[in-house]
């Protein structure tokens, strides 16, 4: 099974809004991914967590907010978006080290900000 | 320079012809090579991975690896029109193992 679930699917938000995206897996992963993606453009990362702890932020603007309540949940909080935050919201997961790290995505989360 | 570069297409072949697909990395000591399918609206599905020089085979698919040449392909064999999509090369790098760089991604058309 390598499944990733994310919800909402589609996310319509004003600029002055809170909403939060969540991601789950239950493949025993302890390494877990933020992606954002624009149309025509490959996923951009924005933040790593591996055994729960924030291991990599790509510098991303503090109105996205990344938590790791648990080893199979992921969540981004999301606050003060701008429009040209729209985009494809995808969440990944993979075994950490250096083994075989696989990422697997999720369905993604469409995202609009109005 | 682009780390993952990739042509971005678009790439048509005829239904069941073979389908190559490109990709060139910058860092030489990157580790491990990811071919991603991602339809329109939808989020990437991984493909294959491949780790060693050569070839590794997975039913229509077949990767290729030269590290030397810092060079990937993806070959699609007997082609179908389901094929139609982008694909993405991804590497990772000698510097992190939990990132991966992702090319711009090459779009194929199957004709039918």
């Known amino acids: 099974d390598t499944e990733v679930t994310q919800t909402p699917k589609h996310l319509v938000m004003g600029m002055t809004n809170k909403k939060s995206l969540k991601c789950e897996q239950h493949?025993?992963?302890?390494?877990m991914y933020w992606y954002k993606q624009k149309a025509k453009k490959p996923p951009e990362l924005m933040f790593v967590?591996?055994?729960?702890?924030?291991?990599i932020n790509e510098s991303v603007p503090s109105r996205f907010s990344p938590e790791c309540p648990n080893s199979s949940l992921l969540n981004l909080h999301l606050h003060a978006l701008q429009p040209e935050d729209s985009a494809l919201y995808l969440c990944?997961?993979?075994?950490?080290?250096?083994?075989?790290?696989?990422?697997?995505f999720g369905p993604g989360t469409r995202l609009t900000v109005t | 320079q682009k780390e993952v570069e990739q042509n971005s297409g678009p790439l048509s072949v005829p239904e069941g012809a073979i389908a190559s697909l490109n990709c060139t990395y910058s860092?030489?000591?990157?580790?491990?090579f990811f071919w991603y399918r991602q339809y329109s609206g939808k989020s990437p599905e991984l493909i294959m991975f491949i780790y060693s020089n050569g070839d590794k085979e997975d039913g229509r698919f077949t990767a290729q690896l030269n590290k030397a040449s810092q060079y990937v392909s993806l070959l699609i064999r007997d082609s179908q029109p389901s094929d139609s999509a982008t694909y993405l090369c991804?590497?990772?790098?000698?510097?992190?193992?939990?990132?991966?760089?992702f090319g711009t991604g090459t779009k194929l058309q199957v004709i039918p």
């Open positions: 990944a997961s993979s075994r950490p080290g250096q083994g075989q790290p696989v990422q697997y």
């Open positions: 493949m025993g992963h302890r390494a």
């Open positions: 860092d030489r000591g990157s580790q491990s």
């Open positions: 967590y591996s055994y729960e702890k924030l291991s």
């Open positions: 991804a590497v990772r790098s000698s510097g992190g193992y939990q990132k991966v760089t």
